[in-house]
């Protein structure tokens, strides 16, 4: 089939099947003379693999591991288990993380007369640094980390 009916079969856009390819997460596909991909059924499974893997939030590299370890009929299952255990760790952080967001703008937004007035203490938070500080950048997500204060650096 081509890029196209693969994306359909596997859930996975052309593009980002494009961007597995030029990375190696799945070896590219067999083409025709006019240079067009023809994926086969187990290329289509493998994408469905990556697309499932995708959607619990497991990061590319952790994909690769999972699928060499699909691939791996001799594999160990605790293997599979420790990739797995690892990123319910990061998982858990993560919403930690943004409950502690969460936290932190809604005592914001709680403080905030939400009325016609210019004065609002969210925006006065950020522009003085008066905001919480205890969030810091944590790019795995794309989102912030917070630190708890006590831990901080001062």
């Known amino acids: 089939m081509n890029i196209g009916e693969a994306s359909k079969a596997s859930g996975v856009s052309t593009k980002m099947i494009r961007y597995y390819e030029s990375i190696g997460l799945i070896k590219a596909p067999l083409r025709t ?13 493998s994408l469905r693999f990556i697309s499932q893997a995708r959607d619990l939030g497991f990061s590319v590299e952790q994909m690769g591991d999972l699928l060499a370890l699909w691939r791996d009929r001799g594999r160990a299952s605790a293997d599979v288990k420790a990739i797995a255990s690892s990123h319910i760790g990061e998982l858990e952080a993560k919403v930690k993380s943004l409950q502690s967001m969460i ?52």
């Open 33 to 45: 003379e006019s240079g067009y991909r023809v994926y086969s059924e187990a290329e289509v499974h």
């Open 103 to 154: 936290g932190s703008l809604r005592h914001l937004a709680d403080h905030c007369q939400g009325d016609d007035r210019p004065d609002c203490p969210i925006i006065d938070g950020f522009a003085t640094g008066r905001a919480p500080r205890n969030i810091k950048r944590f790019p795995r997500f794309g989102v912030t980390d917070i630190v708890p204060a006590r831990s901080r650096a001062r």
